[in-house]
C-alpha cells in the first residue's frame, strides 16, 4: 500500500515543477517532511492538513460552526484532546450511549479522532 | 492497473492535463492574474457553505455568489410548517452573515453559461468571469411526466412543496381550509430524489395536526417506490401508534396524470379523489446545469461528477454541487453542507499548487419528525475510494427504529447549527 502512495508523491512533485509554485514546492519537498496516514495511506503533510480542516468542519454541521454550539448538541470546542478520542473510542465500542454518534464513530478512524481531537482542542 | 490510483490529473482537470501537454499552464495563470474567480450559482446548503468555506480557508479567493432568492429558504424542517409546528417566517434566514467573508454576493438570475470562454450571463445582462464555476442549483421538476400538471400547479389547484417558500406556505392553507373528514393526498416520487424521507415526514406532521383539529380526515399516501424507503420501521411505529387509521399508504402506485376538475390524482392502477393534493413530480438536476453541458449521466438527469473537486469530468472548470450531483449519497442538506466544503477545500489545494486531498470523507445526518414532540435520525458515513471513484458507505450507519423526545430536541439543535454553518 505504501509504495502505490509513494509513487503518487513522485507523480504529483513532477506535475508541482510545470509552475513557479510548484518550483518553490519541489525544494521545499527535499527537507522530506514527515508523511501523515489518512486511513492507513501516507500522504504529504498538506493533504493531512486539507483532510483534517474537512473532517473537522464536518462536524460544526451538528455542532455549530467553529465546534460551538449554542443548542442541546454539545460544543467540541475547546474540548481536550485526550477527552475526545477517548469518547470517539466509546462511541465506537458502544461503551458510551449514543444517538448518532456511534454511526460516525465508526466511520472514521484512530488517527482522524487524533487529528479531530487536535483541532477542537485548539478552537478558543 | 499501472497508473497510480491518486492519479493527480484526474482530479486536477484540465488544467493539469494542459500541463501535461506542454502547454500554456492556467494554474499559474492566477498568479498573473492576482486572484483566482470562484463563480458560484445558487445559494443553498451546498452553495453558500462552499462560498463561506472558500473565503475563510483562502482569502485570496475571489468568490461571487449568485442567487435569485434575497432570501434564504429552509427546506429541512419546512414540513413543521405543513403540520402547523412553524410558518415559513421561521424558515426564512438572512444572507447577510456571508458578507463578513468577503462573499460578494449577487441576486440575479443565470440565464447562460459559456463553459469554453468562462463567463456566467445574468438576467440582469451581467457577464461575469470565473476560472472555476460551481453550480449548486438544487433539482428542477419533470413535471412533463405527470400529464396537466403545470397547469394545475400555475393554478394553485395543486402544489410540490418540495422547494421551501410560497408552494409550503400554500400547502398549510389548502390543509387550514380542508374541512374535517377531508382527504389528503401526497404523490410521492420514485428515488432518487430530493430528500427520501420527507414525503413519509409530510404524512405523518399533516397527521399530527389532523389529529388535533380534524380527527375525521384521511391521508392517501401514494407512493412510486416499492416501500417506505427511508426510516420505514420508525414510521409504520408512529403511524400505528398515534395516527391509528388515518395514514393509508399505498406503494408502487406512481402519478401519471392530475384533474383538477375533479380533484383527482391518476397514477398507473387507480384514480383516487382528494380535497387537497399534494403531488411531488421526479426532480433532476438544475436547469442551469444543462446549460452547461454537465447534466450528462445515462439519463441525462444528474450530474456525474470527480468524488475529489466534485468538477464534472466533461466540462473542465464546471463544479456541481448538492441534490444534483449524480450519486449514491442522500440528496439531504447536511450533504450538501458537506460537499460544498470537500469542493472548496480541493480549490483552495489546487489554485495554492498542492494535491488536492484524494480521501474525502462525507458524512450525512437527517432528522424527521413524527409528531410536534418525536423524531428520529438516519446517519451515514461515506468515504471516497479513489480505486473505485466511488463513495463506499462505511460500516455501522442507519436509522432509528424510533422516533423519541431527545432527537425531538436534536433536530431543532442541528437545524440551528446547519443554519449557522451554512450562512454564517
Not at chain 1, 49 to 78: D, E, Y
Not at chain 2, 138 to 152: N, S
Not at chain 2, 184 to 213: D, N, T, W
Request: hydrophobic content about 40%; glycine content about 8%.
Amino acid at each position: 500500500m505504501k509504495v502505490k502512495h509513494s509513487l503518487a508523491l513522485a507523480l504529483s512533485a513532477a506535475l508541482m515543477f510545470s509552475g513557479p509554485a510548484g518550483a518553490a514546492k519541489a525544494s521545499k519537498a527535499k527537507e522530506k517532511p514527515a508523511p501523515c496516514l489518512i486511513a492507513g495511506w501516507e500522504n504529504p503533510p498538506s493533504v493531512c492538513a486539507s483532510h483534517t480542516k474537512v473532517i473537522a468542519a464536518t462536524c460544526f454541521i451538528c455542532h455549530g460552526p467553529n465546534g460551538k454550539s449554542s443548542t442541546a448538541i454539545p460544543s467540541l470546542a475547546g474540548q481536550e484532546k485526550a477527552y475526545f478520542i477517548t469518547a470517539m473510542k466509546e462511541f465506537k465500542e458502544g461503551k458510551r450511549e449514543a444517538t448518532v454518534m456511534k454511526k460516525y464513530a465508526l466511520g472514521y478512524t484512530d488517527e482522524e479522532y487524533e487529528a479531530m481531537g487536535e483541532f477542537f482542542a485548539k478552537v478558543k | 492497473m499501472a497508473i497510480d490510483r491518486r492519479d493527480f490529473l484526474k482530479y486536477a482537470g484540465a488544467g493539469f492535463a494542459t500541463t501535461l501537454a506542454g502547454l500554456a499552464i492556467p494554474r499559474t495563470a492566477f498568479a498573473k492574474k492576482g486572484k483566482p474567480k470562484v463563480v458560484i450559482v445558487g445559494a443553498g446548503f451546498g452553495g453558500a457553505t462552499c462560498a463561506k468555506y472558500l473565503r475563510k480557508w483562502d482569502s485570496n479567493v475571489e468568490v461571487t455568489l449568485i442567487e435569485a432568492n434575497d432570501k434564504f429558504y429552509s427546506c429541512p424542517l419546512s414540513n413543521w410548517v405543513v403540520g402547523g409546528m412553524l410558518t415559513m417566517k421561521d424558515l426564512t434566514k438572512s444572507y447577510k452573515g456571508l458578507l463578513k467573508y468577503g462573499v460578494k454576493m449577487v441576486h440575479d438570475r443565470v440565464v447562460g453559461i459559456d463553459t469554453d470562454k468562462r463567463t456566467v450571463s445574468t438576467q440582469r445582462g451581467s457577464k461575469i468571469p470565473y476560472d472555476h464555476v460551481v453550480l449548486a442549483p438544487g433539482i428542477d421538476f419533470m413535471t412533463d411526466l405527470i400529464e396537466g400538471y403545470d397547469e394545475a400547479l400555475a393554478a394553485g389547484k395543486i402544489t410540490h412543496a418540495w422547494k421551501a417558500g410560497p408552494q409550503t406556505t400554500l400547502l398549510r392553507q389548502q390543509l387550514e381550509a380542508m374541512p374535517d373528514g377531508g382527504v389528503f393526498v401526497i404523490s410521492s416520487p420514485a428515488r432518487p430524489q430530493r430528500c427520501v424521507s420527507g414525503p413519509y415526514e409530510r404524512a405523518s406532521l399533516a397527521a399530527h395536526y389532523f389529529k388535533q383539529k380534524k380527527p375525521k380526515s384521511k391521508i392517501i399516501l401514494l407512493d412510486a417506490d416499492v416501500d417506505i424507503i427511508s426510516k420505514g420501521p420508525m414510521y409504520r411505529q408512529a403511524w400505528k401508534t398515534m395516527y391509528p387509521g388515518m395514514i393509508d399508504y399505498r406503494p408502487n402506485n406512481r402519478a401519471v396524470r392530475v384533474d383538477t376538475k375533479n380533484m383527482t390524482v391518476i397514477t398507473e392502477f387507480e384514480d383516487v379523489k382528494g380535497d387537497v393534493l399534494n403531488i411531488i413530480p421526479r426532480g433532476r438536476a438544475g436547469d442551469i446545469c444543462a446549460m452547461a453541458g454537465v447534466r450528462n449521466d445515462t439519463a441525462g438527469i444528474w450530474c456525474p461528477v470527480n468524488g475529489v473537486t466534485y468538477e464534472s469530468p466533461k466540462v473542465p472548470f464546471v463544479h456541481i454541487l448538492g441534490d444534483s450531483v449524480a450519486t449514491n449519497m442522500p440528496k439531504s442538506a447536511h450533504v450538501s453542507n458537506n460537499q460544498g466544503k470537500i469542493c472548496a477545500a480541493a480549490l483552495v489545494e489546487i489554485f495554492n499548487g498542492r494535491e488536492p486531498d484524494p480521501y474525502p470523507v462525507i458524512g450525512s445526518t437527517s432528522y424527521s419528525a413524527t409528531s410536534d414532540h418525536t423524531s428520529g435520525p438516519i446517519a451515514v458515513v461515506m468515504r471516497y475510494d479513489p480505486d473505485k471513484e466511488a463513495y463506499i458507505r462505511q460500516p455501522g450507519g442507519g436509522a432509528s427504529e424510533e422516533g423519541d423526545e431527545l432527537n425531538f430536541e436534536y433536530m431543532k439543535s442541528w437545524a440551528e447549527n446547519i443554519w449557522a454553518d451554512t450562512l454564517g
